[in-house]
């Protein structure tokens, strides 16, 4: 527990915090370009975030403690989630070991399951919709994901995600091996249900469509920052974890001093913007799916998961 | 070649090529369009021709290089194209009516590929050969088959049948290129031939269903019952 | 005359026969032409028997193989060839067809060509595509007459024929590797190698290959539950197509079991291969029996009939030891000519009366005496009624299985053939004794060509039914002892 070590978990909860609307804004300034648009320019979210803190906050009548309740408690557990994962460094740091993977994984649904409760709790149709329809994709992709987090243990054989990034950056032939690749497959169509990208994102913003923000559209003031940032930073944690603990482990800093892990706050941000490209590439060669159509990128997701679990043991 | 003094190298090889083909067959069980299922045939047979010619580099049989010159030429190039010019000449695009939804029948697939997975390495340990490619090749070959089974069962197109019919030999020459590199070049080179036979025969009864029975779907042949 | 001038001669009449007819195309011409081929073939099969000893001949080599019983069933085929070209000549002049009559005599020769030498591969491999050749060829027939009904059966028999027999090229295949650990990774695939490594085989990759091969070929022989294209191609094909599928193509694909069936006894897998050839016959029996009391077409009931003898082969070759084989083959050899007779004979009635419903034919018996007697004959031969052959051969097979393993499949086996019996007997009362009311007068005239393979085939079916020759016997029990070694 030294001092170096703790200021490094700091770190990489303030990285998390501070990054986070940075990606946002650089993933919608990439797909308005690539549609030919302007964009509003890769620091929108933080003016975003800076507007809602200085505006009033209404809160409905029909709103219980919940209302309150929901947004710190997501936002709560988007800052502890990065203490558990490969962020900045790729060793322990004090209370990682708080959680494995599959105690990430809880936590991170833990703050979607409140944000859930927020949207029934004013009554509005539109929250319930918006919630209801996001209780059926989890439905679908929860179990995948767990069947993914399976193939990562068996994989290496523990349930730490340190001791995956340390197998897969040691081992070539781990990291070429079909159980591997088909776990990138499956979490990257997992990755994209989870952050509401494309196949089942709705671009137009009617209400109808929503699934995610139907959630939200009760919400003004600071409550709606403290939502936004938090979606924000779960979709910052869904690449990190895809980045640096599957796909691209390298790069991050192995002694710990203060230039290592500027140096791999800075890779972190470059391999953000490489499953960037992927991910604006999906979304504007794609149309949205029909709601009954949901289940087949879900289902080709678990596909790849099963394959992977064989993969894994076939020596 | 003994299946356990294989170089890493080759045994994972052997398994990506292995693995991709089965990835191959579960774009064909999801897919509606019948061109998809097409191109991802073509596709499964390319795969396999380089996985022949990558046992008969690594085994030392050198007629497997002619063995995957003709799947690619036979398999990969002519039985597609065979098959793209009836669909070419059939009215239809793609199975209108679904009897299994493609989701559900790729969730069925992964379900065959564990009951294949637990039969293989039930078989291969009687041998000793648990944790090499054998276990990995029946595996692909068993799930093949049950997944051909699959598309000839849940797809009332008659091209759909072809080509789970066609993924069926698939399987069996993917685990026997594997499994048995020794086999007689006569008999592979003739089940080659035989293929092509039936792909021709195929292509003049769905001529002949369209003109007769008025339809390719063998949703309407129900008039031969009892 | 040599042994393999007889196969030369036997295989290559029906393949001239093929050229033959693509090249003259004359109607009468290429009848001629197909006859002439089915006389050499029978002439040239004929003294195969005889002729060979009590070791198999190989030839080629050794890619094809002469034994007792690819003999018997070699001549048990071109048997069934030649009275189905017989019968042929008179049957396709009744269709008015002559336009395409080169077509189709160019694809009988072939599937004639193909049953007669699919027994006689050496290589499991060849043997498969031999069998998958015979499909081939007699799709096409199947599919000779252009109405919907025909092109449903001939898609779904190509469809489930090929996709059961590729089932039976995992079981080659996974056979073909169990082998390579015990002969090294390339050997020759034939069936005596396979025999001779069996008892080092592995068991639990032989049963697992064996089953997969009888799940196979078992679906070309019609067994239960693989059985549902039998019924379908059997009727809307010709009548002389119908004889040879029924009476030929369905032995050829029975001696690749039996053959199979050899190599896993050797292999000493306990009880499981003859157990599961029990439960498939015994299935085969049952759903003959089902179909046959509620059937409404004549051809049909034919085919189920055929389902139902299969599944009577099954239990033969299932319940083992020299009478259950030799009952096995002899029946084989019954079933065939009585076949071919009640095709023919339904080929007559469905010309005359110009349908295929049983309810709709009556008073067969006035119109037509002599066709009509020889029809009602083969009937009650092939529910296995004295004095005909049938009757001989499924008493061996009940006798031979009376053991205490088998006893119930013997108890279901003779309930199932009297329940057959009764109502294959009660469709044929309605043809013959049945009210004559306001059907449907015959029309056509049947030729001494409709007729005279009626007469050729229940002649030896009466005399083999009344005499079991010593000699046969011998041969036959000869042959159970080279496929079950070991056993008394």
Known sequence: MSARNVLLQIAQVLTVLIVAPLIQGIIVQFEERVQRAQGPGIFQPYRDLWKLFHKQLVVPQTASWLFWLAPIVAFTCMLTVPILIPVLTNFPLPESDMGDILGGGLILTLGSFMIVLAGLDTSSAYGGIGSSRAVMVSILAEPTLILVFVGITLLAKSMLPFVVNHLLVSSWAVYWSPAHLFLVAAFFILLLVETDRMPIHSSTHIEVYMIEEGRILEYSGPLLALLKWASAMKQFILYTIFCNVLLLPWWLSIQGTAIGAFGAALALIAKFIFVACFVVFVETAQSRLRFYRYQEPLAASFVFAVLAIIGTQLG | ?226 | MSLDALILGLALAPLAAVAGCLIVRRPRGVEAINLAASVVSFGCALPLPFLVDDRASLFWNDYIILDRASAWVVLCSAIVYLLASIYAVGYMRLLDEDRRLFRFYALFAGFGMTTLVAPLMNNIGLYWIAIELTTLVSTFLVAFERVAESMEAAWKYIMVVSAGISLALLGTVLFYWGGTFVLGPTYMMSWAALAAAAPKLNPVLTVLAFLLVLVGYGTKVGLAPMHSWLPDAHSESPAPVSAMLSGALLNTAMIGIVRFLGIARAADLGNLPALALVVFGAASLLIGALFIVRQEGIKRLMAYSSIEHMGVVALGFGFGGPLGVAGAFYHMLNHSLNKSLMFFGAGNVMRAYGTKEIAQIAGVGRRFPTSAALWLAGAVAITGAPPFGLFLSEFTIMRAGLRPSFAWAVVVMAILLIVIFVGFLNHFRSMYYGPADGHAAPAAKLTAWCTAPMWLALAPLLILGVWWPAGIWTYLTSIAHTLTPGMP
């Open chain 2, 1 to 226: 070649m003994a299946i356990q003094s294989l170089s890493p190298l080759a045994s994972s090889l052997f398994g990506l090529l292995a693995i991709a083909s089965l990835l191959l067959s579960f774009v064909m069980l999801g897919s509606r369009w019948l061109k998809n299922y097409l191109y991802a045939f073509a596709a499964e047979s390319w795969v396999i021709a380089a996985l022949s010619a990558a046992v008969g580099y690594y085994s030392g049989y050198s007629e497997l290089y002619l063995i995957a010159a003709l799947t690619l030429l036979f398999r990969g190039l002519l039985l597609p194209y065979l098959i793209w010019r009836i669909i070419q000449r059939l009215a239809v695009d793609r199975e209108i009516h679904v009897i299994l939804q493609p989701s559900s029948s790729l969730v069925v697939g992964a379900l065959f590929v564990m009951f294949a997975l637990s039969v293989s390495y039930r078989v291969a340990a009687v041998f000793h050969l648990e944790l090499t490619v054998a276990v990995l090749a029946l595996t692909v070959m068993l799930s093949m088959k049950l997944i051909g089974f699959l598309m000839l069962a849940v797809r009332h197109e008659a091209i759909s049948q072809v080509l789970g019919l066609l993924v069926l030999e698939n399987g069996i020459f993917l685990g026997s290129q594997i499994l048995v590199p020794g086999m007689p070049l006569l008999i592979e080179l003739v089940i080659l031939f035989d293929l092509l036979i039936v792909v021709a025969c195929f292509g003049v009864l769905v001529g002949y269903l369209v003109t007769h029975v008025g339809t390719t779907s063998s949703l309407e042949l129900k008039r031969l019952v009892g």
